[in-house]
Every structure is written in structure tokens, then in C-alpha cells.
């Protein structure tokens, strides 16, 4: 597959394109990380936040790809990778380049941000699987009528008491979580 | 302490701020109240962050995509061998060719007809039902399994459901520990007598206010589960709160009728249906 299509792969959410994304790209973001420090595991949260991020980019009315696609990613990796260690280490971090890669740094994170992002849609994820679509349906904004024949529900008003309670649950497991407190904004 | 109906009124508001659609003098009330209780502000921005995060279903589902690739990783891309590309692929044929005409060419000595006798039966498609052992089991209504059979004794119905796979062991979240089951044993297989299998869910649960308060919810989905419809529905019974390690003990002694295949259980709290342990089973 082109490099050019795993963009539009990660914005159409084709499986096959990202699968085959990964089986090419993954293993210089394993070198970058292990080499730096880090684990397989670590490398795989860094790859998936790096595509979350990229997808995000690709959204915006502006945004065209400058580079080669697996620069532009191995760039947020890079740079994902040193806020990580960085913010651990509370000291500044200089990561060596790839021999193959070169880190484009322009591409700034918000690592905040992008871990809090990730803590919602674990805390999302635990939630039993009919609490998971109705919030899914309530964000996507549909209407209490629309939720409640969705669901399956009685009534608009079950509909509305059962999204505050999974609502609750959701902000309680947030909440709960150690990392919760360094995540928030002023 | 706030009631339910307070946190629905406070949800209710929050949203419409949100929203833009409070009543004028709400409005201000509202932006009064962001202005100097910290804490309140702090909690609109996170139910505005959870609404901006959320609004994108296609990004939900690219993060579940990527959750999915990443624990069953694809293998790695294979050199790059090009040169080698047509030869190669004309020997693998050759070598198919070969095989095959070694394998499918008739035997003089051909096999007998199957008899009746070795013909397996298939037991005729029941209605699975759970009865309960005789002892003090909550007599809470036991939702029925639809008329048509849960899964055929095919390949399909032993195929992992990625969904439940992604989620296997304890989900629960607590500082007191993790929610375990004793029985049964990930993945164990029961072989089924006259159609039934006698399973015996048994486990522990941190003991924290959630379970005393939400009394929990066993269950049973086949591996072609979709939108969270289960097969059964029951109620173990919560005993045994253990002072020293904070836990509660519970169980469900359960005989099930159920075809051959694979099978997912999930334990819930029952009133908001809150995960707290996943696990799977098979019935030969």
C-alpha cells in the first residue's frame, strides 16, 4: 500500500489499510521507544496515540501532507515519546534520530490533553455495554426520543434517567483514576 | 448527599449550558456560579471535554480498530524479495499441482459408505433453559433464551468474538483490589450430558460501597453476540463479606442447556451494568 492511502486509511477507518500501516511502520517506533528506554508496550501506546493525533490533523480544513506519511508519524512518535520521559524525568531529553528517520518536531502535542482523551475512552470502554451505547448515542447528540427507541426504552424519561446514571459512572470511573488529577485543566 | 434526582437536575443543566439552551436567567445563575466555585468549573469543563471527545463516533471507532491491531498483531511486512516474485509463485503452483493430484487421485481401495450407526446425531434444537440447583438461589425472574438453538456443533460457533476476547479478566477498578472468578477457569470446557452443563460461578468482588450497594448481575452471551444481547440473565447470590482482605464472596450454581460451542459470561453490577468481570468458557 502507498504511504499516501494510510492517511486516508486511518480517516476512513479501513482495517485492512492500518493493519498494513502497522506491519510496515510499527517497528521503527519500537526502535525509537526501546531504544529510549521504553517497552513494546509503551511503543504500542505511543503508536496509537500518534495515529489518534494524526487523524485529528486530518480533520482540520487545513491540513495537507507536507512529508511522507511514515516521517510525519515517526515525528509525533518522536515527540510523544520525549514529553512521556520528559515528564517522568522532569528534565529536559534529547532523543537521537533514526538513522532511516528524520523527527519533524513542528508537529506539536498537547500530551495533556491527549492523555486525558485516553483515560475517557478507557473509563468509557469499562462501563457495562449498554451504559457504552448510550452514551455513544447521547454524544453523538441524538435526541432522548431517538435514544430511547434505540435502546429500546419505555419512555424518553427512562432514557434520561438512565443516561445520567451511566453519565455518573463514566465522571465516578474518570474521577477514580490515580492519573485523573494531574490531567486537569485549570 | 446528593440523590439521583440531584445529579439528573445537575446533569440536566450542565448540558443545557453546554448546550446553549438555558433559560436567560438560568444562564446567568450558571455563569455566576462558574465564576466562583472552582470546583463546580472544574466539573462543566470536564463534562464539556467528555462531549468534545465523544462527538466523533468515526474516532471512537478508530480507537477501538487500533486497540484491536495492536493485541493481535498483524505479522511483520516481509522483505522485499521482488526479483524472486514470479518464479516463485510459479513453483508454489507447480508444487500444489503435485500435491493435489497426488492426495485426490482415486483410491482403487475406496473407503465404505459412513452406516447409520456412524452418522453423529445431532441433538434436536431446544429451547436452553437455566435451572437452578435446590438451595436458597434468589427466586428473581430468569430470562428465557429465544426458540431457535444457541449455536450449531460448527467450526463458527467455537470463533473468538473479538469484542469480549479485547475484555477478558476482571475490569473492576478499585483501590481494595481485583474482582476474581474461582470458577469457572478461563476458557474451561464442560462436556455436556443429555444436552446440559452444570457450571458453578463462583467468585469474589472487592467489597467496597459499589457492590454493597449495586447487588450484582451474572451474564451468559454465545460468541456471536452483538449489541450487548445476552442469552441469560442471572443473579448470584452475595454472601461472605470478608473483613480482613474487604472482599464479598458470590455464587451461582447453575445447569444450563447449551449447544456446543464458545461462550462469554459477564459479571455486572445490576443497576448500572458497570463490568466488573469478563471471562469465557466452553461446552463440548
Not at chain 1, 534520530?97 to 468509557?124: M, T
Not at chain 1, 453519565?167 to 486537569?184: G, M, N, T, Y
Not at chain 2, 456412524?118 to 430468569?142: F, G, H, L, V
Not at chain 2, 460451542?261 to 468481570?277: A, K, S, W
Request: with cysteine; aromatic share 8%; net charge negative.
Amino acid at each position: 500500500m502507498k504511504e499516501i492511502n494510510y492517511l486516508s486509511a486511518i480517516v476512513s477507518g479501513d482495517r485492512s489499510g492500518i493493519t498494513q500501516m502497522y506491519a510496515a511502520l510499527f517497528p521503527a517506533i519500537r526502535r525509537l521507544v526501546q531504544d529510549n528506554g521504553g517497552s513494546e508496550d509503551d511503543a504500542k501506546d505511543v503508536f496509537q496515540d500518534a495515529v489518534i493525533v494524526l487523524y485529528e490533523k486530518a480533520q482540520k480544513p487545513d491540513f495537507q501532507l507536507t512529508s511522507k506519511f511514515s516521517t510525519l508519524l515517526y515525528g509525533v512518535c518522536h515527540n510523544l515519546w520525549r514529553s512521556r520521559r520528559q515528564k517522568k524525568s522532569n528534565s529536559e531529553l534529547t532523543i537521537p534520530d533514526d538513522a532511516k528517520y528524520i523527527a519533524d518536531d513542528s508537529h506539536e502535542i498537547d500530551l495533556l490533553q491527549i492523555e486525558r482523551n485516553k483515560l475517557f475512552y478507557k473509563a468509557l470502554r469499562h462501563l457495562g455495554k449498554d451504559c457504552q451505547i448510550l452514551l455513544e448515542l447521547f454524544f453523538q447528540k441524538l435526541s432522548m426520543n431517538e435514544i430511547a427507541q434505540a435502546m429500546g426504552f419505555a419512555s424518553e424519561g427512562y432514557a434520561r434517567v438512565r443516561k445520567s446514571q451511566c453519565k455518573d459512572r463514566l465522571v465516578e470511573l474518570i474521577k477514580s483514576d490515580a492519573e485523573f488529577p494531574e490531567l486537569q485543566t485549570a | 448527599m446528593l440523590t439521583l434526582m440531584d445529579n439528573l437536575d445537575t446533569n440536566e443543566r450542565i448540558e443545557q449550558y453546554l448546550r446553549g439552551t438555558l433559560p436567560p436567567e438560568e444562564q446567568l445563575e450558571m455563569e455566576a456560579r462558574l465564576a466562583t466555585d472552582s470546583s463546580f468549573r472544574a466539573e462543566v469543563e470536564l463534562h464539556r471535554q467528555l462531549h468534545e471527545e465523544f462527538a466523533d463516533p468515526k474516532k471512537l471507532q478508530l480507537r477501538d480498530l487500533l486497540t484491536d491491531v495492536l493485541k493481535n498483531p498483524p505479522p511483520p511486512s516481509p522483505a522485499n524479495y521482488g526479483w524472486l516474485k514470479w518464479p516463485g509463485i510459479l513453483f508454489g503452483l507447480l508444487l500444489l499441482g503435485g500435491l493435489g493430484w497426488y492426495w485426490l487421485a482415486p483410491d482403487p481401495e475406496s473407503a465404505q459408505p459412513a452406516t447409520q450407526e456412524e452418522i453423529k446425531s445431532i441433538p434436536p434444537a431446544k429451547e436452553p433453559i437455566a435451572t437452578q440447583e435446590k438451595d436458597n438461589t434468589p427466586t428473581e425472574p430468569i430470562e428465557k433464551t429465544p426458540e431457535h438453538p444457541i449455536a450449531h456443533a460448527d467450526p463458527a460457533a467455537y470463533t473468538p468474538n473479538r469484542d469480549f476476547e479485547n475484555r477478558l479478566g476482571s475490569m473492576i477498578r478499585s483501590s481494595n483490589g481485583t474482582a476474581e472468578m474461582s470458577s469457572p477457569a478461563m476458557g474451561a470446557s464442560f462436556k455436556a450430558e443429555n444436552g446440559v452443563v452444570k457450571i458453578n460461578f463462583r467468585g469474589t468482588a472487592p467489597a467496597d460501597a459499589d457492590t454493597a450497594r449495586f447487588p450484582l448481575a451474572l451474564k451468559i452471551y454465545d460468541n456471536r453476540a452483538s449489541s450487548g444481547k445476552s442469552l441469560l440473565r442471572l443473579l448470584p447470590i452475595i454472601s461472605n463479606r470478608n473483613a480482613s482482605n474487604g472482599t464479598w464472596a458470590f455464587s451461582s450454581a447453575q445447569r444450563l442447556r447449551l449447544r456446543p460451542g464458545l461462550y462469554y459470561f459477564t459479571l455486572e453490577r445490576q443497576l448500572d451494568e458497570d463490568l466488573i468481570f469478563v471471562g469465557k468458557f466452553r461446552v463440548k
